[in-house]
């Protein structure tokens, strides 16, 4: 496993393991999808070579610039420079030039004018629930809601789908079933289907 692979999938545990989470947008609520907010990312323990910045930005991709991207965060223009960039994960590890105006973002780097990007994370989100079907390419899940109750959505399994995350208990695709809780990363871009990227058990 690659040193960049190696932060990512540390980085990854973070993301599932310590933020709060927040809406994708005023509609996502219903379908229980959420994604992280914008507090600084800690150094996670499992590898060195995630070291996080200072600082952080979310919002939705509004312009590609040479070298970076402007991000509406709450509805201010922050420029962003992907020069020191070390990965950026878009369903998987991709280059900076994979992001897309329209891309929901997490970036995580130091603070400054522009913001400078260590770690970017593209249409990433959480569900949360039940397995009510499970076949080959995906499963219903019963989702719960921020604001309370449950809602099916169909979540298919990404062809980069891994299971568990580093320091957690060993997880396989032997171990779905239906009737079973799970926690997931997902991914989901312009209103395509959502695809689990990670998923772990409670």
């Given at each position: 496993?690659s040193?960049?692979?190696v932060?990512l999938v540390?980085?990854l545990?973070?993301l599932?393991?310590?933020?709060?989470?927040?809406?994708?947008s005023?509609?996502?609520?219903a379908?229980?999808?959420?994604?992280?907010?914008?507090?600084?990312?800690?150094?996670?323990?499992?590898?060195?070579?995630?070291?996080?910045?200072?600082?952080?930005?979310?919002g939705?991709?509004?312009?590609?610039?040479?070298?970076?991207?402007?991000?509406?965060?709450?509805?201010?223009?922050?420029?962003?420079?992907?020069t020191?960039?070390?990965?950026?994960?878009?369903e998987?590890?991709?280059?900076?030039?994979?992001?897309?105006?329209?891309?929901?973002?997490?970036?995580?780097?130091a603070?400054?004018?522009?913001?400078?990007?260590?770690?970017?994370y593209?249409n990433?989100?959480?569900?949360?629930?039940?397995?009510?079907?499970?076949?080959?390419?995906?499963?219903?899940?019963d989702?719960?809601?921020?604001?309370g109750?449950?809602?099916?959505?169909?979540?298919?399994?990404?062809?980069?789908?891994?299971?568990?995350?580093?320091?957690?208990?060993?997880v396989?695709?032997?171990?779905?079933?239906?009737?079973?809780?799970?926690?997931?990363?997902?991914?989901?871009?312009?209103g395509?289907?959502?695809?689990?990227?990670r998923?772990?058990?409670?």
């Amino acid at each position: 496993m690659s040193r960049v692979r190696v932060a990512l999938v540390s980085s990854l545990a973070v993301l599932v393991v310590t933020f709060t989470w927040l809406t994708f947008s005023s509609g996502a609520d219903a379908v229980g999808v959420t994604r992280p907010n914008a507090s600084p990312s800690p150094s996670p323990t499992s590898s060195p070579e995630f070291r996080p910045g200072a600082s952080s930005v979310s919002g939705r991709v509004v312009r590609l610039i040479p070298g970076g991207a402007v991000v509406d965060s709450a509805g201010r223009q922050v420029e962003v420079s992907f020069t020191r960039v070390v990965d950026v994960w878009r369903e998987t590890s991709v280059p900076a030039t994979a992001i897309e105006v329209g891309d929901d973002v997490f970036v995580n780097g130091a603070d400054g004018s522009p913001f400078v990007a260590r770690y970017i994370y593209a249409n990433i989100g959480r569900v949360d629930g039940v397995i009510r079907e499970l076949d080959a390419s995906g499963m219903l899940v019963d989702a719960h809601l921020r604001s309370g109750g449950t809602t099916l959505r169909r979540i298919d399994f990404s062809e980069y789908l891994e299971f568990g995350y580093p320091g957690g208990p060993k997880v396989t695709a032997t171990d779905l079933a239906v009737g079973r809780d799970i926690g997931m990363v997902v991914y989901g871009h312009a209103g395509d289907q959502l695809r689990a990227t990670r998923i772990w058990f409670w």
